[in-house]
């Protein structure tokens, strides 16, 4: 299998919480990344996570992540419109990045 | 926080001709840069890795006298695309890495070769 695996869509209504998953293989990392693509967008860094924390906050950001299974996700409070993007799980070995597929959010009214 | 500019944005050009982008690092200087490229709907696939003043590492696969990179600065690593032909039409992006944290990506250079 592929080094780090997201489903490749999610479809969510406006106002409603969007959750996107991602199991990797790699437990070496020190931190688990969140990244979103915007169309014809480079990657803009969302949040991310250091490997012993099982849980982070960031205003309506939530990172979970079970160690013990390599997983990973990402929960988007009152979900909007300009949530609608590619958002990449990626961890580093050194410097040097593996992104999942990234998972495309789709947002409807 | 940081940023990186690419520059062009999109470039439009015909078989055979030679393509230059460059990226840079406008508040930071960048002990490393690399270079992706990303096709419709995938994942971003590492090309080549490169530190100011050495040369390149290539990842497998990748022909470095394809894609010819030069990191001449901390600010400045500029990707040259040799005798560009249709199917190396893709969405390049770089990013460059403080030394510290994480990496920071550009915003992408559509590359059409007609």
Redesign the interface.
Same mark, same amino acid.
């Given at each position: 299998g592929e080094d780090v695996e997201q489903s /490749?869509f999610l479809s969510v209504r406006e106002g409603d919480s969007s959750v996107i998953n991602c199991t990797y293989t790699d437990s070496s990392s020190t @931190?688990l990344?969140w @990244?979103k693509q915007e169309p !014809?967008? !480079? /990657?803009? /860094?969302l949040t991310?996570i250091f490997s012993n924390m099982d849980m982070k906050q960031d205003q309506r950001l939530t990172v979970l992540l079970n160690k013990k299974d390599k997983h990973l996700s990402l929960r988007i409070a009152d979900t909007q419109t300009g949530d609608s993007a590619i958002y +990449?799980c990626a961890y +580093?070995r050194g @410097?040097?990045?593996t +992104? !999942?597929? !990234?998972t495309?959010l789709i947002v409807h009214p | 926080g940081a940023v990186v500019s690419q520059h062009p944005s999109w470039v439009i050009c015909k078989s055979g001709t030679s393509v230059k982008i460059e990226c840079r690092s406008l508040d930071f200087q960048a002990t490393t840069m690399f270079w992706y490229r990303q096709f419709p709907k995938q994942s971003l696939m590492l090309m080549a890795t490169s530190n100011e003043g050495s040369k390149a590492t290539y990842e497998q696969g990748v022909e470095k006298d394809k894609f010819l990179i030069n990191h001449a600065s901390l600010t400045l690593s500029t990707l040259t695309v040799t005798s560009a032909h249709p199917e190396d039409s893709s969405f390049y992006i770089c990013s460059a890495y403080p030394g510290e944290e994480t990496q920071y990506f550009g915003p992408g250079t559509r590359l059409l070769v007609l």
């Open positions: /490749l @931190y990344y @990244y !014809g967008a !480079g /990657l803009q /860094l991310y +990449f +580093f @410097y040097i990045p +992104f !999942g597929r !990234g495309s | -």
